[in-house]
């Protein structure tokens, strides 16, 4: 009997752990939800290191309805044209960047856009600051 006990309770807290978002897809084929620069822990991550994939555009704390349009691809890199509302809520303008986007899996993506570029790793939504596992679907 014990034994049935600890098996439930092996079970739920599986099942409590497991992470039920979209899987990987979109135009870079990552896995939609929050990114923070590989530097940083999710846990600890101030807006400045945060991007939102939504298998549209990748989105910052200041940017929102990001669309990629891709202009070329070699292998898991791709050149693109992505185009955002410049701001993170009220109106803004539209404004157009060109971008270099570095895939090497569904978790983690390196984005150019001048310079050296920076590196950033998916982080389930139990391992965000409260503040934004709202905004995790």
């Known amino acids: 009997m014990p034994i049935l006990i600890m098996g439930a309770a092996a079970a739920t807290a599986a099942a409590a752990s497991a992470d ?13 939800g929050i990114y923070v620069r590989k530097d940083v822990a999710c846990n600890t991550a101030p807006n400045a290191v945060v991007r939102y994939y939504d298998g549209r555009g990748i989105n910052s704390a200041h940017s929102r309805a990001c669309r990629a349009r891709i202009l070329s691809r070699k292998g898991n890199r791709y050149e693109v044209s992505q185009s955002c509302i410049d701001a993170g809520a009220g109106p ?21 856009t001048h310079g050296k570029g920076s590196t950033y790793g998916y982080c ?8 934004l596992r709202g905004f995790v679907r």
């Not at 039920?20 to 939609?32: A, D, E, I, M, N």
């Not at 539209?94 to 984005?111: I, K, M, W, Y």
């Open 92 to 112: 803004a303008p539209r404004v157009t960047e060109r971008q270099t986007v570095t895939v090497p899996d569904a978790l983690t993506f390196t984005l150019k």
């Open 124 to 131: 389930p939504a139990y391992m965000l600051p409260a503040g």
């Open 20 to 32: 039920t978002s979209p899987q990987p897809g979109g135009v870079y084929r990552l896995k939609p």
